[in-house]
């Protein structure tokens, strides 16, 4: 498969633990980015990298989030003591720089904070 | 704010016919359109895009309409299946450094009947 692939597909966790979700883009995309989608609303963009640089980050990442892409290959997100706020499906892409470049979407990571 | 609405939450039709679904945009500084489907706890799919220079884009069954002095789009699919069902969403970008900075519509829930 080659594809975006992100893991855990699935994680439930106590409010106030914390989670990590990784994302491996398709190889040599050299763009990757991290959305987040609510139930009933559009993905909603949260920040993204070229190579190991991230270059935006939305103002709905809080100081809670934090996300890294150390080699400029795969993707961590990690979210900070939980909140059930943060409940929500958190979706990686990638692409190739530049307009025109379509940007492809993994399965998403669906996280629950009971 | 909403940069990208989709007024129409849900459409219905019949197998064979067109289903055509509607995007209008506020931001004038968008200049590249993408529709994606979506099924229920996967990522999104891209189908099709359209940059600005451009009023049509054709592939296969999908088509998409750009009006720019009217800041509307609209996605064509001829004939409809009922494998289309799904959430369809459209989704804009600015060009520059931000590309792949996706803002979202709401989605549109597509139900073709055989």
């Known amino acids: 498969d080659t594809g975006v692939s992100q893991d855990p597909r699935h994680k439930i966790t106590k409010r106030g633990q914390n989670v990590t979700f990784r994302c491996d883009p398709i190889s040599e995309h050299n763009r990757l980015y991290w959305y987040r989608q609510t139930l009933g609303q559009g993905p909603e963009f949260l920040t993204y990298f070229q190579n190991e640089a991230q270059l935006e980050k939305s103002r709905l990442l809080s100081d809670r989030f934090s996300a890294e892409r150390p080699k400029g290959s795969f993707s961590t997100l990690e979210i900070q003591r939980t909140e059930q706020g943060d409940s929500a499906m958190y979706l990686c892409?990638?692409?190739?720089?530049?307009?025109?470049?379509?940007?492809?979407f993994g399965e998403g990571s669906w996280l629950t904070v009971v | 704010d909403q940069q990208v609405k989709q007024n129409s939450p849900s459409l219905s039709v019949q197998e064979g016919r067109i289903s055509i679904l509607n995007c209008d945009y506020t931001?004038?500084?968008?200049?590249?359109f993408l529709w994606y489907k979506k099924y229920p706890a996967e990522g999104p799919t891209f189908l099709i895009s359209i940059s600005s220079i451009k009023d049509k884009n054709e592939d296969g069954r999908f088509t998409v309409f750009l009006n720019k002095s009217a800041k509307h789009l609209s996605l064509h699919i001829v004939p409809s299946q009922p494998g289309d069902s799904a959430v369809y969403f459209c989704?804009?970008?600015?060009?520059?450094?931000?590309?792949?900075?996706?803002?979202f519509g709401q989605g549109t829930i597509l139900t073709v009947h055989p």
């Open positions: 892409a990638s692409s190739y720089p530049g307009p025109g470049n379509t940007i492809y």
């Open positions: 931001n004038s500084m968008f200049d590249y």
């Open positions: 989704a804009a970008s600015a060009d520059g450094t931000s590309y792949g900075k996706l803002t």
